[in-house]
């Protein structure tokens, strides 16, 4: 495999992964309320969510789900009440910092299972596969996999910091619930997308 077509995927892979998305906007969320090992617990069940998926789909399972459109829809649409379960969440969240007893950061399977259902994960893991991979083994989908998973996770951890550094900055709870509110906006506008697409 030449460095060309590594580079090539290293870069799709982090173009993939940073970018906005469900996904980011949870990791920013925790970054800003949580502390940092909290967020990255999920980062790390996003990223192993997202590794697991884009193993099954370079495997066949999106041929699966073309050759079954209803396999499709249902998952569109379990995602897109997932998506809008998360962005309720979020704008209920009234901006005081969590205390022991508060509501629980979003943990390890809320990050895997978020990626099953997210739209830009299985977009990203389909147009990934079909344009580096050949399909005739599991060679490349091997490297691209091990290219992918460090990618993805300090692309998500960078969120994490992202709400970290904003946290320290605006520290008011009113300032917190207004992010708050406004990325339970951006999230649900994400689910608005999916349902008019």
């Known amino acids: 495999m030449s460095l060309?077509?590594?580079a090539s995927m290293s870069i799709f892979a982090?173009?993939?992964?940073?970018?906005?998305?469900?996904?980011?906007?949870?990791c920013l969320s925790s970054g800003t309320r949580y502390p940092l090992f909290q967020g990255l617990v999920f980062v790390t069940g996003a990223?192993?969510?997202?590794?697991?998926?884009?193993?099954?789909?370079?495997?066949?399972l999106y041929s699966l789900m073309l050759q079954f459109p209803l396999l499709q829809e249902v998952l569109r649409w379990a995602g897109v009440a997932f998506l809008l379960y998360l962005s309720l969440q979020l704008a209920r969240d009234n901006g005081?910092?969590?205390?022991?007893?508060?509501?629980?950061?979003?943990?390890f399977w809320t990050g895997a299972l978020m990626q099953a259902l997210n739209p830009k994960a299985w977009?990203?893991?389909?147009?990934g596969i079909g344009a580096y991979t050949s399909g005739q083994g599991v060679e490349e989908l091997l490297v691209f996999t091990a290219l992918?998973?460090?990618?993805?996770?300090?692309?998500?951890?960078?969120?994490?910091?992202a709400g970290a550094f904003l946290r320290r900055?605006?520290?008011?709870?009113?300032?917190?619930?207004?992010?708050?509110?406004l990325l339970a906006l951006?999230?649900?506008?994400?689910?608005?997308?999916?349902?008019?697409?």
Do not use: D, K
Not at 96 to 107: F, H, K, Q, T, V
Not at 150 to 156: F, G, R
Not at 174 to 181: A, D, Q
């Open 4 to 6: 060309s077509l590594i």
């Open 14 to 26: 982090l173009a993939a992964s940073i970018s906005p998305g469900p996904v980011n906007l949870v």
């Open 47 to 60: 990223t192993l969510g997202f590794i697991a998926l884009f193993i099954a789909v370079g495997l066949g």
């Open 96 to 107: 005081e910092l969590p205390s022991a007893e508060g509501r629980p950061a979003p943990g």
């Open 123 to 127: 977009l990203a893991a389909a147009s």
């Open 148 to 161: 992918y998973l460090p990618i993805c996770w300090l692309s998500l951890a960078s969120w994490v910091y």
């Open 169 to 181: 900055h605006i520290s008011q709870p009113r300032n917190l619930m207004l992010l708050n509110r």
């Open 186 to 197: 951006l999230l649900a506008a994400t689910c608005l997308y999916l349902i008019l697409e």
